[in-house]
């Protein structure tokens, strides 16, 4: 395609020295990267620096970035008071392993915008608080199977690595010991999902779900769908987790699962509420998290949950706290804002596109996907999936090269506190260049 040939002229034109040193990269790291996404062809820019909506490469490119370290920096980049208190934690120390001061403030902090979050256990990462969950969702219940989305993705645990990717009948990776134990639901299916729920019930320990799917493709839940399978859960006696670590605190100052009137077992939380530093959150119902007291329960009733050496160091919980804070402080016109930018931008990409596209997502985030002949809605990762995925690269990086706008090719965009209506304006340009350049 001549159009995607001139961009990658382009983008090499611009980044002889992210080239050189991403050959370095092959070097030491298995495909040059060190998370199998952020890879894209003909090779990844290498990243020197960031401030506020802005990434810069090591060739002084600045790319407007819609990335936001994984969705998590919703204040941007380098943001001044999380810089000032970490700078501050910095000159009394970032590493001893010992409870701080710095984790009961942010705890404060979840515990009264999160209803359910009566006690909270920290770790290093959201796939380690989906492990711990599924950890304590097992011993509480006896029971060994867990029920997950088809597309929804919790981290790289082996208790949830199935169905994550198309088509989902194949094994997501070899060395895999625990598929067995997990099934998969259609998202947004009710009817079927419950038929599936029903002929495991007697061994189900809990349901898992993301009310937005991330990696699945920006696709959000129906109320209806998330409170049919809490009921089920609930009369099974059968734990319902929310996986809140892309949504918690992206829409308002707390949880997704508040504006809809449900009331998950367990809620697990990452990105935002660590402020742009390693973090992963699990946190319940007291009559549940009570499971992981070594003083309570002897080791054959106890769930080892939570922890890790860097697990609520001083630094992070200074981020994660300063974070909320600045957050709370702006109120309801930060989420007021962003949330009107998301909706302004699908509105703006679906007519730009004159019905060739649907593009999903809910206040902040959105997803542009390219129909195939066989798709007309977007309800589920299986939908998602049957979209054109390459035009869809091609779009993004379209984007990078021509245009110095950052999405991880094929993923999903997120608005941040630092993005102006003048980005929505540059967006709405570069796919008039690309539907020019990158016709049928």
């Given at each position: 395609m001549i159009g995607m040939e001139d961009a990658i002229k382009t983008y090499r034109l611009k980044t002889g020295k992210s080239a050189k040193l991403f050959e370095k990269s092959k070097k030491y790291h298995v495909d040059g990267v060190h998370h199998n996404i952020r890879f894209f062809e003909p090779y990844p820019f290498v990243t020197k620096s960031a401030n506020r909506k802005f990434l810069i490469d090591v060739d002084s490119n600045k790319y407007v970035d819609y990335w936001m370290g994984h969705w998590s920096l919703i204040l941007g980049h380098t943001q001044k008071k999380i810089v000032s208190q970490i700078k501050k934690q910095l000159s009394y120390d970032w590493m001893h392993g010992t409870l701080n001061k710095n984790s009961i403030?942010?705890?404060?902090?979840?515990?009264?915008?999160?209803?359910?979050?009566?006690?909270?256990?920290?770790?290093?990462?959201?796939?380690?608080?989906?492990?711990?969950?599924?950890?304590l969702a097992r011993t509480i219940t006896?029971?060994?199977?867990?029920?997950?989305?088809?597309?929804?993705?919790?981290?790289?645990?082996?208790?949830?690595?199935?169905?994550v990717n198309w088509p989902f009948h194949k094994s997501e990776s070899s060395g895999l010991t625990d598929e067995k134990h997990i099934i998969s639901l259609p998202y947004n299916n009710l009817e079927k999902s419950i038929k599936i729920l029903k002929m495991k019930k007697n061994d189900l320990a809990a349901v898992i779900i993301e009310p937005v799917l991330?990696?699945?493709?920006?696709?959000?839940?129906?109320r209806e769908y998330l409170l049919g399978i809490q009921e089920f859960c609930h009369k099974n006696n059968i734990l319902f987790i929310l996986d809140e670590i892309v949504?918690?605190?992206?829409?308002?100052?707390?949880?997704?699962?508040?504006?809809?009137?449900?009331?998950?077992?367990?809620?697990?939380?990452?990105?935002?509420?660590?402020?742009?530093?390693?973090?992963?959150?699990?946190?319940?119902?007291?009559?549940?998290?009570?499971?992981?007291?070594?003083?309570?329960?002897?080791?054959?009733?106890r769930a080892y949950i939570g922890g890790g050496t860097f697990s609520a160091n001083p630094l992070t919980m200074m981020a994660g706290s300063t974070m909320l804070t600045t957050i709370k402080n702006k109120g309801n016109l930060l989420y007021k804002k962003l949330n009107s930018f998301g909706i302004e931008t699908r509105k703006m990409l679906d007519k730009k596109f004159g019905g060739s596209v649907i593009t999903t997502g809910i206040g902040s985030l959105f997803l542009t996907h390219f129909l195939s002949d066989s798709t007309y809605e977007i309800n589920n990762a299986a939908d998602a999936a049957k979209c054109n995925i390459k035009k869809l690269h091609d779009y993004h990086f379209h984007m990078i090269a021509k245009?110095?706008?950052?999405?991880l090719p094929g993923k999903l965009g997120a608005f941040s506190d630092v993005h102006t209506k003048s980005d929505i304006a540059n967006l709405a340009k570069s796919t008039d260049e690309f539907l020019t350049k990158f016709k049928k």
């Open positions: 403030e942010l705890s404060e902090k979840i515990s009264k915008a999160v209803p359910v979050a009566e006690k909270i256990r920290y770790a290093s990462t959201g796939t380690e608080a989906t492990m711990y969950a599924v950890r006896k029971r060994k199977t867990i029920a997950k989305i088809d597309g929804g993705w919790h981290g790289y645990t082996t208790d949830l690595l199935k169905t991330g990696g699945g493709g920006c696709i959000p839940a129906t949504t918690g605190f992206r829409f308002r100052f707390g949880c997704l699962y508040n504006t809809m009137k449900l009331d998950p077992d367990l809620v697990t939380l990452g990105k935002i509420v660590g402020g742009g530093f390693p973090i992963g959150v699990i946190c319940g119902k007291n009559e549940l998290m009570k499971y992981a007291s070594t003083s309570i329960f002897s080791k054959t009733d245009d110095g706008i950052f999405f």
